[in-house]
T-cell receptor, first 114, second 114 residues
Framework: GNSVTQMEGPVTLSEEAFLTINCTYT??????LFWYVQYPGEGLQLLLK?????DKGSNKGFEATYRKETTSFHLEKGSVQVSDSAVYFC?????????????FGQGTTLQVKP | NAGVTQTPKFRILKIGQSMTLQCAQD?????MYWYRQDPGMGLKLIYY???????DKGEVPNGYNVSRSTTEDFPLRLELAAPSQTSVYFC?????????????FGNGTRLTVT
């Protein structure tokens, strides 16, 4: 079946530190991969996406590369800010899907301290 | 630009009561979804719809019902509330075929059943 596994949180960093949140997936075919972010009290927002192997998604200083050989889509940012504190979700849509259904990881809470 | 609107924001129910969670989108999206978010568990799909008059079960449909009489609205009905339904509920919509299009989320409804 299809599934997404993220590193457990919470992740606590100081401002300007380097961030990595690990995400691995299991899927049949060629899924599309996403990172969503949830700020306190809000719904989820798309942060970045990649739709095929070796694609790099990027937005707001965050990056993730679709690695088919390691079935991974790790999220990175070179220098985090306090405003990046949020819950981050890795997700996929199966390659065979035409309904947009997302399969989510469990979420990783990031807390950035000044 | 309202996007996806969910009401109410918060609700407390007694066991056995019923209620309807409302969801409306103004983007003319065909695809709509209901997810529930439990701590440490990510988001699980309850029901989804690919267009007016069409609904289908997701991963965790038991205890819920939906209808889709218009493109704009996708209400979620709880008939006999149980403590296991205590959760945060998110409605989302998507505009195109869905395979690699982002979902737009509402801000959620926090439901407590006691």
């Amino acid at each position: 079946g299809n599934s997404v596994t993220q590193m457990e949180g919470p992740v606590t960093l100081s401002e300007e530190a380097f961030l990595t949140i690990n995400c691995t997936y299991t899927a049949t075919g060629y899924p599309s991969l996403f990172w969503y972010v949830q700020y306190p009290g809000e719904g989820l927002q798309l942060l970045l996406k990649a739709t095929k192997a070796d694609d790099k998604g990027s937005n707001k200083g965050f990056e993730a590369t679709y690695r088919k050989e390691t079935t991974s889509f790790h999220l990175e940012k070179g220098s985090v800010q306090v405003s990046d504190s949020a819950v981050y979700f890795c997700a996929l849509t199966p390659g065979s899907s035409n309904t947009g259904k997302l399969i989510f990881g469990q979420g990783t809470t990031l807390q950035v301290k000044p | 630009n309202a996007g996806v609107t969910q009401t109410p924001k918060f609700r407390i129910l007694k066991i056995g009561q019923s209620m309807t969670l409302q969801c409306a989108q103004d983007m003319n999206h065909n695809y709509m979804y209901w997810y529930r978010q439990d701590p440490g568990m990510g988001l699980k799909l309850i029901y989804y719809s690919v267009g007016a008059g069409i609904t289908d079960k997701g991963e965790v449909p038991n205890g819920y019902n939906v209808s889709r009489s218009t493109t704009e609205d996708f209400p979620l009905r709880l008939e006999l509330a149980a403590p296991s339904q205590t959760s945060v509920y998110f409605c989302a919509s998507c505009g195109t075929t869905g395979h690699n299009s982002p979902l737009h989320f509402g801000n959620g409804t926090r439901l407590t059943v006691t």
